[in-house]
């Protein structure tokens, strides 16, 4: 076999279904290997596409989501959709074909030292120079993509290597040589968080995407119903404990409730799992949490003291130590007075907007929350229509949320949503996105249409970059610089008109109810459809804890 044909073979070993490349000359050989091979090849139309789709399909089915692209630019436009699955623990592999080994080093057309380019922000890489290590290299990328905390794998392959024969030896188990098992939960320090947890009399919770990732969901939710204890998760953890639960406290951080972020600052013991103390959590760290004993569970020895000391460490798998939390008898001690402040903090600081008769983000948000009853997948692009989303949307179980938290980055949300859509057929995945983050990856209309994607698209449409136009509002006397997006105070451009010219339905609406209307024509509709939102341009993202703050800084209106 050529080293091309066994990587399509040991992808398909793998269980890889979809792929998400863009061919070029160093890479061609592969696309010509994967005709035939069983495997769905998803041709996005820009590299940084297929990485961001890749993650999305990772995101919703939990498997690690392939890539691929050609030497030095196809490689360089993965980078992004590379990084954001560093920063959100997202399993990817990326798969670079590499110019010839005579040249490496040479400045040869199309050459680009991807593995170091990419060095920082993957778990692993491999640059291949022999088709016989294919079978292993594969096989170990595609299991520490997954294992541990998840993240991404780069493997480049030179373009020889894809032409060279030889005979595959495809291993049955991995050879990770530097890979560690996570270790168990130390009984000593369990026995110092029992004893943290039976003493204090104003615990919380403050969970994140490592639940997600160790499916303890449920164990969570039994741990916290049990001992009483408020839940508060971070961005990425949305969905790990259900919204309308009495002990849920929604999002914590600088778009958080205020609620969270006065319970996290008001409690005695801080329970911290699978988080890793995001600066758009803490604000200012040295005053997050600080009347707290902290105890951080996570997977990753890195994160625990990086940004926040803990009391009490426990590296370990989380799934693991919910478990035995699980299996303690539980106390209630003194927790009645505690929980009747927060009811009264959640009364009088109920997340609001302007409930007169503009079209705003959060009224658009609540009706679609409404219109799907809360079941729906939600893919967001990054700004103000992403935290009114984490707001506003009754999120009920993980992986409901897909969004780029870590990296931020715009022009997410269109190729994700379609990775998702890819990777579970069968559920309703809808993007909500904003004008300008939708405009960064739009040319990704065309593999929706190309690819018969039934993805359901909401463009929340206020003529501009709205988080940094708010903060300009809040932090710069309203002194806007190359923020709008508007066409002398028009709307611009003509995203109906765009959406038409790659074959997608698409309708205006200017107020609610012809939203609402518009909401239930596309969800019937059975093809992929696209509703251009106007809604008014003023409306902030509030609550808001500037950067680098504390709770006490937090503006509500």
Not at 140 to 161: E, K
Not at 166 to 191: G, H, S, Y
Not at 234 to 253: A, Q, T, V, Y
Not at 381 to 397: C, D, E, I, R
């Amino acid at each position: 076999m050529t080293g091309a044909q066994i990587v399509a073979e040991c992808l398909l070993r793998e269980g890889v279904d979809v792929l998400f490349a863009y061919p070029g000359g160093t890479s061609m050989r592969l696309h010509q290997a994967l005709l035939g091979s069983g495997i769905r090849v998803i041709l996005p139309r820009h590299e940084q596409g297929a990485a961001f789709a890749a993650g999305g399909y990772a995101r919703i089915s939990g498997k690690a989501g392939v890539c691929m692209a050609t030497s030095g630019p196809g490689a360089t436009n993965l980078v992004t959709g590379i990084a954001d699955a560093w920063n959100d623990s997202v399993p990817l592999v990326a798969i670079t074909a590499q110019v010839n080994q005579r040249l490496i080093g040479k400045n040869a057309f199309q050459e680009t030292d991807i593995v170091g380019v990419t060095r920082p922000i993957v778990k692993h890489s491999y640059l291949v120079l022999s088709a016989a290590d294919l079978p292993e290299v594969i096989k170990d990328a595609m299991t520490l993509a997954v294992t541990g905390r998840p993240g991404p794998i780069l493997i480049d392959i030179t373009c020889d290597v894809l032409r060279q024969e030889c005979e595959p030896i495809f291993p049955e188990q991995p050879n990770l040589r530097a890979w560690t098992m996570v270790p168990d939960v130390e009984q000593a320090t369990f026995k110092l968080l029992m004893k943290a947890l039976r003493k204090c009399k104003r615990p919380c919770i403050y969970a994140g995407g490592g639940i997600v990732h160790a499916g303890a969901a449920e164990a969570l939710q039994d741990f916290a119903q049990k001992w009483q204890i408020p839940v508060a998760t971070s961005l990425m953890g949305k969905g790990i404990f259900p919204e309308d639960n009495p002990l849920s406290l929604r999002m914590l951080g600088m778009h958080g409730t205020y609620y969270a972020n006065k319970t996290v600052n008001e409690c005695d013991l801080l329970l911290a799992f699978g988080v890793r103390f995001s600066d758009r959590v803490t604000g200012e760290v040295s005053h997050f949490a600080p009347n707290a004993t902290i105890v951080h569970v996570d997977i990753d020895a890195s994160e625990i003291n990086k940004n926040k000391h803990a009391d009490i460490a426990i590296n370990a798998d989380i799934a693991q130590a919910l478990d035995m939390l699980c299996q303690e008898k539980p106390e209630r001690h003194g927790r009645k007075a505690w929980l009747a402040a927060i009811e009264e903090w959640k009364r009088q600081h109920e997340l609001q907007y302007a409930t007169d008769n503009t079209f705003t983000g959060p009224a658009a948000i609540e009706a679609i929350s409404q219109e799907t009853k809360g079941n729906a997948t939600i893919v967001t692009g990054v700004g103000q229509h992403q935290m009114w989303t984490a707001q506003f949307y009754n999120f009920k179980h993980p992986r409901q949320l897909l969004t780029s938290g870590g990296l931020g980055a715009m022009g997410f949300g269109l190729p994700a949503a379609l990775g998702a859509k890819l990777a579970k057929p069968d559920e309703l995945v809808l993007l909500i996105d904003g004008d300008g983050s939708f405009q960064m990856n739009i040319q990704e209309l065309a593999t929706v249409f190309a690819e018969k994607i039934p993805l359901k698209m909401v463009l929340l449409n206020n003529k501009r970059l709205g988080m940094v136009y708010q903060w300009e509002e809040l932090f710069f006397a309203g002194t806007h610089a190359n923020t709008d997006m508007s066409l002398n105070g028009k709307y611009y451009p003509d995203f109906v008109t765009i959406a038409k010219g790659y074959g997608i339905p698409a309708t205006v609406v200017t107020n609610l109810k012809d939203f609402r209307n518009a909401l239930r024509k596309m969800l019937s509709d059975k093809g992929p459809f696209l509703i251009d939102a106007r809604i008014i341009a003023d409306e902030q993202v509030l609550p808001m804890i500037p950067a680098g703050g504390t709770c006490e800084d937090i503006i509500t209106d």
